[in-house]
């Protein structure tokens, strides 16, 4: 006799059920975000035109034609290009912006309506909680993955040919991402952008630049002025705990500990030297090098400031007057 096959386990309802909420929930996000992410064909100029340089994804941000993309996907040379949205139909761009110390770039599509994500904040997001991505992965337009946040707050180095930054509070996910995600959003369960997805860190480990006030800021400027304007002091630094004997002084546990000056620079003019620890600007306090970056706003070029320091366990005061970045855009 053959023996018997044993019937499947029955299904539990309440698995259902869950897989069904689950399903639901990502097929109302690509519904309701997948008319405002766009497929990026760019151009780049060369002498005697023009050539494709590559491709990623953008995301509308206004009804007349603003997107939001990565500034790695609309590199230094690139002029323009043509967006395909879900629907089939094609606009053409041009590049309004962009700013690689954020990875971010602002476009203007070209005699069309586009259909406007809703944006949210990322700062309200939770470890665990579920985000889909929605990009054109390999050039697969309209892909749609789903995962959770992984975690938050991690940094990613930005560089520009002149300059090094930190973007801060990038998110981090295991919803699939591949080459063509790039400038494609994450959106949380109700729909609204809450990241660019910008890097591909590894298998199951992807990286987007998360939508908040700073971030909103740099789009802000770059739709108005195609430039973010930053101030900068010339240092490069890191973590450093404060010296137990200087904590109470101090007002915190940690600090900037400059390990290079930048030659000519707004501090070397000043006489920081390295392992001088940073305190604070302007009686703000400095406990990290994220700190420090977001001290240097557009507002503090050509004012004098000054820095609160230890050299040596010795409290000093310095005057100093940030310069301007200068990011390497050439725009």
């Known amino acids: 006799m053959s023996p018997v096959a044993e019937a499947p386990p029955p299904v539990d309802p309440t698995e259902t059920e ?20 766009a497929s990026l064909r760019v151009m780049r100029r060369v002498r005697g035109g023009q050539v494709p340089s590559g491709a990623g994804s953008a995301v509308a941000l206004t009804p007349d034609g603003y997107l939001l993309t990565n500034a790695h996907v609309v590199g230094r040379r690139v002029t323009g290009g043509r967006a395909t949205f879900a629907d089939g139909h094609e606009a053409r761009f041009e590049v309004v912006g962009r700013d690689p110390l954020s990875d971010l770039a602002v476009l203007r599509a070209l005699d069309d309506e586009l259909a406007p994500a809703e944006l949210g904040d990322a700062e309200r997001l939770r470890v665990g909680q579920l985000v889909v991505a929605i990009g054109n992965p390999n050039g697969l337009d309209g892909s749609v993955t789903a ?12 560089r520009s040919p002149r300059a090094g930054r930190i973007i801060d509070n990038v998110i981090q996910t295991d919803a699939a991402l591949n080459p063509g995600n790039s400038g494609g959003a994450l959106a949380d369960s109700r729909g609204r952008v809450i990241g660019i997805n910008t890097a591909v860190a590894g298998v199951g480990l992807g990286l987007a630049v998360p939508i908040n006030e700073a971030t909103e800021r740099v789009v802000s400027q770059l739709m108005r002025d195609g430039r973010v304007r930053r101030a900068y002091i010339g240092v490069a630094g890191g973590p450093r705990p404060v010296p137990p004997q200087a904590r109470a002084a101090a007002g915190s546990d940690t600090c900037v500990e400059i390990v290079e000056v930048v030659d000519g620079g707004p501090a070397d003019r000043a006489g920081l030297r390295p392992e001088d620890l940073i305190l604070a600007v302007d009686d703000t306090p400095t406990t990290s090098v994220e700190d420090l970056q977001r001290l240097m706003s557009a507002e503090l070029i050509g004012v004098r400031v ?18 301007e970045l200068d990011s390497g855009d050439g725009r």
Do not use: C, H, K
């Open 18 to 37: 869950a897989l069904d909420a689950y399903s639901n929930a990502v097929i109302a996000v690509a519904e309701r975000v997948g008319p405002s992410v």
């Open 147 to 158: 995962g959770v946040v992984s975690a938050l707050g991690r940094s990613l180095p930005a």
């Open 306 to 323: 000054t820095v609160r320091l230890l050299r040596a366990g010795r409290s000093l005061e310095v005057d100093l007057v940030p310069a």
